[in-house]
């Protein structure tokens, strides 16, 4: 779930820093000398609660902590904590009313967040925002994915890229020794797939390749999603037809998809194991160099490609723009701070310009990769982290995830790629940001769906899995999406839907 480069703005590090020494400060805790020094009294302390992902946190002590206090003229008491717990913090958090001045949410539209926005527990902060350009320089789609059903904002979205996420890479190398082309439809791509499993593209004479191994996510709910939202034409599982939001499980498109995989199943282009298949092993697979397709970001086609150059300097695993004329586009966050109505106003002022210096380049890359030459170097524009930035704990998965400058090919480099392979990345991500399609249903709540979705969503993926797998026919499809647009919960998650796309429709 995570990155790096380019600027937007450049501003001279020493007018940076002495503005951010006032902006940072309390009204009446910095003045001007007659030489235009800002000298500041008294540091602005603020607290944080946000999630690391690597092996330890930084601490307070911690050598970047302590220059973005020194640039910033703060005290900060962060409070780390792991991802793998952090839903659980959050509630505990929130319920307990002692909440720090800048506090990630990680889902901003759960049935606690929301109700405490109802009840005017987090600063609304739309009207703020436009004395904050670098933050203004984040997607729009992170500002209005992120506003609450009243057409609001109330919180700094913890920015992401909007295109570039996950959606099918195949092996270029392949697709060239068997003399085919970058599949553009899903009836071009079967085609590819069955090639890669009859024709040996590895050359090794045996049997032993997986056309397409697909992707599951963590929660086992999803094969092959991307791969089944080509057919669907919408990313996620609501569409809007005829001005309304329909489940996309009840379209006709739905039964083409599992039509689709049922044959690939059948002749064994997909794994046969696909319903137990880890994402680990499923990523083994790829870097023993037996799986011809797979489901991730952009730049994560480099890990198995990576792998596989240490023994064939030309296998390649190239991310396609689209299929069937569809590219999904993200949500454009992942979280966003809020701030809690017990934080003063002028205070509020102070932490936007706080977060504000996070996304200008200095920011950035003193929170992601440190001081250069000491926690990175640079070569080639690239820059590559040293062993001293392990030992301070300097990376884009600790302080990178509060100070974040936004960066539309975040997902087209990881470390170690090369420049051709970066500059094709950003190729496949511009041309797929001009006809993504993103989820319209984000942010619209239903409350039967908060209580009985998870466990729908759950029935109808066994039921696509027995179908995909030959254990139900696709006659039994047809059956179960009839009884599905009866079921009682359905019809009232569909409604509720509905009611709220409208409202905040209204709220533009």
């Not at 609001?152 to 913890?158: A, H, S, T, V």
């Not at 392949?174 to 082309?181: R, Y």
Request: hydrophobic share 35%; aromatic share 8%.
């Amino acid at each position: 779930m995570i990155m790096k480069k380019k600027a937007i703005c450049a501003v001279a590090s020493t007018l940076l820093v002495s503005s951010l020494l006032a902006a940072c400060g309390s009204k009446d805790s910095s003045t001007a000398t007659s030489t235009g020094e800002a000298v500041s009294a008294k540091p602005t302390e603020i607290s944080i609660m946000t999630m690391y992902y690597t092996p330890e946190p930084p601490g307070p002590d911690n050598v970047i902590v302590k220059e973005i206090e020194k640039k910033t003229n703060t005290k900060l008491k962060i409070t780390w904590v792991s991802p793998n717990n952090y839903g659980d913090k959050i509630n505990v958090t929130l319920a307990s009313g002692d909440i720090p001045d800048l506090i990630l949410l990680d889902d901003p539209f759960s049935a606690q967040v929301r109700g405490m926005v109802a009840q005017g527990a987090f600063w609304e902060l739309t009207p703020m925002l436009k004395d904050y350009p670098n933050l203004m320089q984040y997607p729009k789609e992170s500002w209005e994915n992120t506003k609450q059903a009243d057409g609001k904002n109330y919180g700094i979205p913890r920015a992401r890229p909007t295109d570039g996420g996950g959606f099918p890479y195949l092996r270029k190398d392949w697709l060239d020794t068997l003399h085919l082309e970058i599949p553009k439809t899903t009836d071009e791509l079967y085609t590819v797939l069955k090639a890669f499993v009859e024709k040996d593209p590895d050359g090794n004479g045996k049997n032993d390749t997986i056309g397409y191994i697909g992707f599951v996510d963590q929660n086992g709910m999803s094969y092959m999603g991307q791969l089944q939202n080509s057919f669907t034409k919408v990313n996620g599982d609501w569409k809007i037809v005829d001005g309304k939001l329909v489940n996309v499980n009840l379209l006709p498109e739905m039964k083409d998809a599992l039509t689709w995989m049922n044959r690939a199943y059948q002749e064994k282009l997909i794994p046969e194991d696909m319903a137990v298949l880890k994402n680990t092993q499923a990523k083994d697979l790829l870097k023993a160099n037996r799986g011809g397709g797979f489901q991730d970001t952009a730049e994560a086609a480099w890990e198995p490609t990576e792998e596989l150059r240490k023994t064939n300097p030309k296998a390649d695993f190239i991310p396609l723009v689209s299929l069937n004329g569809y590219s999904n586009k993200d949500s454009g966050f992942f979280g966003m701070y809020a701030i809690p109505k017990s934080v003063p106003e002028a205070k509020v002022k102070q932490l936007l310009k706080f977060m504000d210096y996070g996304a200008t380049q200095e920011g950035y890359d003193l929170a992601s990769f440190g001081l250069k030459d000491v926690h990175y170097t640079v070569k080639d524009g690239f820059k590559t982290p040293t062993e001293q930035a392990k030992k301070d704990i300097v990376a884009q998965q600790a302080l990178g995830q509060i100070f974040l400058k936004y960066d539309q090919y975040l997902r087209a480099y990881r470390t170690g790629m090369p420049n051709d392979v970066l500059e094709r990345n950003k190729k496949i991500i511009d041309e797929k940001a001009k006809i993504s399609v993103g989820d319209p249903s984000l942010g619209l709540n239903s409350d039967t769906n908060q209580k009985v979705g998870t466990e729908l969503r759950k029935k109808i993926q066994d039921m696509k899995t027995k179908v995909i797998m030959g254990k139900e026919t696709l006659s039994a499809w047809d059956n179960y999406v009839n009884k599905l647009k009866a079921d009682p919960d359905m019809v009232k998650i569909t409604e509720e839907m509905n009611a709220a796309y409208q409202k905040r429709n209204s709220a533009k």
